[in-house]
């Protein structure tokens, strides 16, 4: 008889504000006890559950599973705590390691304190235990381990996902500014595209909402071309598990005759998008054009969604120009795309008033760290 696989406590995290979004992609993976919280979903499940979730979730940026969590009221307390965890469980005794620390309301107030007394205790821990010691490696670990204590409690996590998922793994042109992959697949997501009417992209940049929006109409798993997680290189793990979970996601995707069309002013750039399209195999799923966005006339009758990250910052320059370019814009999905819905992810504040969508749906969201809104709106 086999042994039942051990259960765990995971925590999948996100970009602030696109919490409601990641909670409904955890439910619809049938995930266990799934909570929202800041920051992310909490869920309970096995290993196989948690590379399920990193093969799937589109608008994660890790997985993370807790081991430990005690009271660290001073450094001998967060040493002690740090030591009881089986490490021999997620790296070897001769592998590399990183300790990331977050700390508040905390006698222990110094995040480089905390990630050093950590690693201390893990490195004590497989020494005493195997006679050796892994490394720290700020780059390409195998073991990913973030401590966060909150009013003198400590929670330790290890990472399962290794890289950051918007890191998909078939980028090879990344262009100007480009937006992260878990943004466009969020922004299409909150758009409510129905997945058959056409999907429009007048500032396309490098692809990337196009090609988050035709993996998600064609069921394809945002992870598939990721060659490994972060719970991949842990010892003792099952690598026919991970061959399984893929066959099966590639199982899942199906065929799509959905429009997707992208246009951008940059030659350049429209041969760059080309670039990713092929590296995700997706080559012949968008028509993409070079031009201006204001220049392009959608088909009457269409009903189309138009869902784009129109341009900012450095990749326009002045905030005047900023400006005239979102009045003309607005301008434009009046004149042009009435009957239309419309997603856009736009820097907060004035500037994104210029476009005139008065009724407009918006949800909050820090993009790197700056102040965003996704603006939702039937035109």
């Known amino acids: 008889m086999s042994t039942p696989a051990r259960r765990e406590r995971f925590f999948a995290t996100c970009a602030p504000g696109l919490e409601p979004v990641l909670h409904d992609e955890v439910k619809s993976l049938g995930l266990s006890k799934v909570e929202r919280q800041v920051g992310g979903v909490y869920f309970e499940g096995t290993l196989a559950d948690a590379l399920r979730a990193n093969l799937w979730l589109r608008t994660a940026i890790r997985v993370l599973m807790r081991v430990a ?110 937006m992260a992959e878990t943004f466009a697949a969020a922004l299409v997501l909150l758009s409510r595209w129905d997945r058959r009417a056409p999907l429009i992209d007048p500032f396309c940049g490098s692809g990337t909402v196009l090609i988050e929006a035709a993996m998600i109409a064609r069921n394809m798993a945002p992870g598939l071309y990721r060659e490994r997680f972060g719970c991949e290189r842990w010892p003792g793990h099952d690598a026919k598990l991970g061959e399984k979970l893929r066959a099966q996601a590639r199982a899942a995707a199906t065929p799509s005759k959905t429009r997707l069309i992208g246009r951008d002013l940059d030659a350049k750039t429209i041969e760059g ?33 138009i869902v784009s990250n129109p341009p900012w910052g450095e990749r326009i320059g002045e905030d005047r120009d900023v400006a005239r370019l979102y009045r003309d814009f607005g301008a434009w999905l009046r004149r042009s795309a009435a009957g239309f819905h419309v997603a856009l992810l736009v820097q907060s504040g004035a500037i994104s008033h210029e ?12 993009n790197g760290g700056i102040d965003c809104a996704i603006l939702r709106a039937d035109l």
Do not use: M
């Open 355 to 366: 476009l005139g969508l008065k009724a407009a749906e918006s949800t909050r969201v820090l």
């Open 69 to 178: 969590r005690f009271e660290a009221a001073d450094a001998d307390a967060l040493y002690a705590g740090a030591r009881t965890v089986e490490w021999e469980r997620f790296v070897r005794a001769d592998g590399t390691l990183i300790v990331d620390a977050h700390t508040s309301s905390s006698a222990l107030d110094h995040s480089l304190f905390i990630e050093q007394r950590v690693k201390d205790a893990i490195v004590d821990h497989l020494r005493e235990k195997h006679g050796t010691r892994p490394t720290v490696a700020k780059e390409n670990a195998d073991l990913g381990v973030y401590a966060h204590i909150f009013r003198d409690r400590c929670t330790l996590l290890v990472d399962t996902s290794g890289e950051s998922l918007h890191k998909r793994g078939w980028r090879t042109f990344q262009g100007r500014a480009p």
């Open 273 to 305: 998008a080309k670039e990713n399209l092929r590296a995700v195999g997706l080559a012949d799923a968008v028509e993409l054009e070079h031009g201006n966005a204001l220049d392009f006339e959608p088909r009457k009758g269409w009903g189309a969604w």
